[in-house]
């Protein structure tokens, strides 16, 4: 387990705020969004954070509070680094233990689901306004138990729920005017055939899925957990699966037209198959490369993949074509080049669990939480042909409280903030663009048993309809274009790469220059002092 070490810092709320614009009943977000707080900030971007309310439904064990409201809205100001508290809602016996969180890409909506062992997860839409006001635009069963993923598709026509304690993934139509849900779940995948659990939840005898000693992972491996589902951004019709029971990566052919996961075509390890459990958690792409990252929560390490993006594209025409898609079966797309660990060598790997994995909009790091370390480690990406996409540690640096279950960047990528769910707090750091470093702001609050962050920049305008490449800054960060991703897979470097490689060794050159002129400097100071 985690040691229990305590590191609660003293928290503030600002309050006294100020509504300039209130929620209309005929939009999900009001015309004028424009609103001032005591802080002068007019910023939209809120932050919207979820917590544990019911222990005992839980697979796993927080040690914090158990939450009377499971819902806290704040708004960010990027002037500071600092959180005022707009809403406080989520009633523990209806939202209980929301423990994923979707913002829509167009649209002011956000998706949240329940975290339930007993019952099936349940998946709540928000409208969202810009002075933190919600209201419930639709409800819908997520089809299993322990929801903890949701993932809109490529064209936001369907969102997929992944249930974690029986491995079930569900795909639910949407509305892509409103982001409203259009009816229920129209189709069910299930990796374990329809077969009952093998072990039992935590209250009845089965383990608590905190701990990472030998018992408890012998239980957690026993049956198919499903983490994540990740659709691949190039055409969006493979979909990854990492699989924490199983040490496996699934692929998937999801028919994004039907909105139905129609055949595993391949599954692979999700390290380097030491004959120790990995326990793969979160599945990410690098924004231009041709690269995926897997964390792995039990192994304490991320596995970085390249991914073959020809065959991607070639499984798509396929389909497409309405041939048969036998001849993928077995032929991955994606190959492992690199494992890394995410704590200190020194450091017992069984006082440790991964959290999450997140890689910068810039493509320059990867940064992991760890549950156990209370820590985020730092990752540094190399650009350089024959190795682009492998990782470099830059450190380690304390999250200022326990089991930093998950963290958000805001939208510029500056600030991050961190989830401690054991210790009941969130804490603002500040992202070092150059270096990767991490400096505390001193900005901290009080939430209980925090367990998701989710960073949502308000839209200006709710537009509906289908996503295509190049139609706004955000999707071109968020989804790579094809064609770059081939000639990247043929070490052909684009002019953009050039570009962004060239733009972060100016950084660099720049970081380097200034700290040589204080050294400088301080060398002519001594000089003349001994003078």
Avoid at 201 to 217: E, F, L, M, R, V
Avoid at 339 to 367: D, E, L, Q, W, Y
Avoid at 425 to 447: C, P, Q, R, W
Wanted: hydrophobic share 35%.
């Amino acid at each position: 387990m985690a040691p229990n070490v305590s590191t609660r810092m003293p928290s503030h709320i600002p309050s006294m705020i100020t509504r300039v614009s209130t929620l209309s009943e005929a939009s999900p977000v009001a015309e004028d969004s424009v609103w001032t707080d005591e802080m002068g900030a007019a910023s939209d971007q809120l932050f919207f954070v979820t917590s544990y309310s019911d222990f005992e439904k839980l697979a796993h064990g927080p040690r914090g509070t158990e939450a009377k409201h499971s819902i806290y809205v704040y708004r960010f100001h990027p002037s500071d680094g600092s959180l005022v508290l707009l809403n406080v809602f989520g009633d523990p016996n209806e939202v209980t233990n929301p423990a994923f969180t979707r913002f829509h890409p167009k649209l002011n909506v956000v998706y949240t689901c329940t975290e339930d062992i007993e019952n099936n997860g349940q998946i709540f839409a928000y409208a969202l306004a810009a002075n933190g006001e919600t209201r419930q635009i639709g409800k819908v069963d997520a089809g299993g138990t322990s929801t903890c993923y949701l993932e809109l598709d490529k064209n936001q026509k369907n969102l997929i729920a992944v249930n974690y304690w029986d491995s079930t993934l569900s795909v639910i139509p949407l509305s892509t005017k409103t982001g409203t849900f259009t009816g229920p779940i129209k189709s069910m995948y299930d990796p374990k055939g329809g077969k009952k659990m093998c072990t039992s939840a935590k209250k009845d005898g089965g383990a608590n899925h905190s701990c990472n000693d030998q018992s408890t992972i012998r239980q957690r491996q026993a049956d198919p957990h499903s983490h994540a589902l990740v659709i691949d951004p190039y055409v969006g019709n493979i979909a990854y699966v990492p699989d924490l029971g199983k040490d496996l990566i699934r692929e998937f052919y999801y028919d994004k037209v039907a909105g139905k996961i129609e055949i595993e075509l391949n599954s692979m390890p999700s390290g380097l198959c030491t004959g120790m459990p990995d326990g793969p958690r979160y599945f990410q792409f690098h924004p231009i490369y041709g690269i995926a990252y897997v964390v792995n929560e039990l192994s304490s390490t991320v596995a970085v993949f390249s991914v073959n993006v020809p065959l991607i594209q070639e499984i798509a025409e396929a389909a497409k074509k309405m041939e048969c898609m036998d001849r993928f079966k077995g032929r991955s797309t994606l190959t492992l080049i690199q494992s890394i660990k995410t704590i200190p060598a020194a450091f017992p790997a069984a006082m440790n669990t991964c959290g999450r994995i997140a890689v910068h909009r810039s493509g320059g790091f990867v940064i992991v939480s760890n549950r156990g370390h209370q820590s985020l480690a730092i990752f540094k990406i190399n650009h350089r042909r024959g190795s682009r996409g492998e990782l470099k540690a830059v450190g380690y640096f304390h999250t200022r409280g326990e089991t930093p279950r998950h963290f958000k960047f805001d939208s510029s990528g500056q600030y991050l903030i961190v989830a401690n769910q054991d210790s009941d707090s969130i804490a603002v750091f500040k992202f070092n663009l150059s270096s990767g470093d991490l400096m505390y702001t001193g900005n901290e609050y009080h939430v209980p048993s925090p367990n998701f962050v989710c960073c949502c920049p308000i839209h200006d305008d709710d537009v509906g309809g289908e996503f295509t490449f190049g139609e706004t800054e955000k999707v071109n960060e968020s989804h790579v274009n094809s064609e770059i991703a081939v000639v990247l897979e043929e070490n052909k470097v684009s002019d953009e790469m050039k570009s962004r490689d060239l733009e972060a060794e100016l950084t660099s050159a720049r970081s380097e220059i200034t700290e040589l002129r204080k050294m400088l400097s301080s060398f002519s100071r001594g000089n003349s002092a001994v003078e």
